[in-house]
């Protein structure tokens, strides 16, 4: 690294060498059959140089690449790219990394879905399953003018299960992913399976109003909004709803939201952010007012914040080394004063579970508003799961129905986002959301 930080160095005022390298297996199992294998390792190298006040960018898959700084140059020349700040601070260690997930070979991991496949054929042997296991190490290394140079390592262990319904479409499902191998109990199969078995009914509803209790992974999707609310770049465009508002209470006093990136083998644990800032636990919404935007070095000097370590290499529907350092999650937590997951929905006369959604990445995103399609989503009925719900959507803005925070659950599930992981949460009831039936 530091060689090519020399080559750009002689035709740039500063520069930093980013290498990170990926290794991934996955296994999948579908009805009890093998279904694929798959494997990839890879390198990754991206450059940035300054010179005056602009930037240059380039990538490659070796830090030996005769061309990269040439290229970078030219992107330099070409581009109005801002020169950006190389930062100098050493982070403190996290916990990262599990030696024992990146030990699993491809034959471990085999074993693990049958053994998955196993367990719950002999709870439901007429319930047909899928079950994928994915596997990643990273090691990530930056190096900078700056005298910036500290790397780390990354594992995770991902694990969906799900059902298929006698139609042939997924049915139930559940997802786990940590840093470290996750004991899966049979408390959340017998969730599974019963999810499935409540399925077989169908329910349809009138366009109404009702209670929503939406799951931890489904918080994903109206995470989303809040990010883009609290996304530095979006504050100072005038395109955020709390633009001007720190200090304000925005939701309700029983929400709490944090982003830590410092959070034990959480699903996106860094030592540092893409740009080198080190990871923070940042409070965004603390009982529901508005405490820090999250930014990265650029906006957090416009905004007068420290930066939050939430420059990430990544877009809306990738993350690839191409991507260059926008304001992302590492782990955003959802906390309050919990509740029992099973008294939570006995407390419900009339309502929706929400356990699956489509269309995340639809509507202003920005403003806070969704419309999702419910594809997973149980009718309550007098504290009781009564069937699935099907053809509905419910749709609004988090900034009103996060005022309507009832109740938190008790069981943190990794939320979705599109197609990544963002963090973890347990499943919230909401007072009231706009469902769109037949």
Known sequence: MQNLLNRALKVADAGEVYKRDVKTASVSLKMGKLKDIQGEKKREVSLRINKGDRMGFA??????????????????????????????????????????????????LTVMVYKLHDR?????????????????????????????????????????????????????????????????????LDYLLEMHKLGRTQITLENERLPVIFSGK??????????????????????????????????????????????????????????????????????GKLKSYLVNRDQAKKLGQ????????????????????????TNLIIEGENREDELMIKGVKRGILITGVMGAHTGNINQGDFSLNISSGYLIEEGELKGQVKGAMVSGNIYELFKNVEAIGMRYEVMRSIFYHMGYSPMVLFSEASIVGK
Do not use: W
């Open 120 to 188: 719950l054929n002999r709870k439901a042997p007429d319930v047909p399953t899928a079950i994928s296991i994915h596997k990643t190490i990273k090691r990530v290394a930056l190096k900078n003018s700056s005298g910036f140079y500290e790397s780390y390592d990354y594992s995770n262990l991902s694990i969906s299960l799900g059902t298929i319904t006698e139609k042939g479409f997924m049915g139930a499902s559940k997802e786990f992913s940590s840093g470290k191998v996750t004991e899966i109990t049979d408390r959340e």
């Open 59 to 108: 990538v490659s898959n070796s830090l030996e690449d005769e061309t990269i700084v040439e290229r970078a140059l030219v992107a330099l020349e070409n581009q109005e790219s801002k020169a950006a700040e190389f930062p100098s601070e050493s982070p403190r260690m996290v916990f990262s990394y599990s030696q024992e997930v990146e030990k699993l070979t491809t034959k471990d």
């Open 306 to 329: 420290e930066p939050t370590g939430n420059a990430i290499k990544r877009s809306l529907f990738s993350k690839e080394i191409e991507d260059k350092p926008s304001v992302f999650d």
């Open 218 to 287: 489904v918080m994903g999707a109206l995470m989303l909004r809040v990010l883009g609310g609290v996304h530095g770049g979006n504050v100072l465009k005038g395109v955020s709803p709390v633009k001007n508002r720190i200090g304000e209470q925005v939701f309700s006093e029983k929400l709490t939201i944090r982003d830590d990136g410092k959070m034990n083998f959480g699903v996106n644990t860094c030592l540092f952010d893409d740009e080198g800032t080190p990871a923070k636990n940042t409070i965004i919404y603390d009982k």
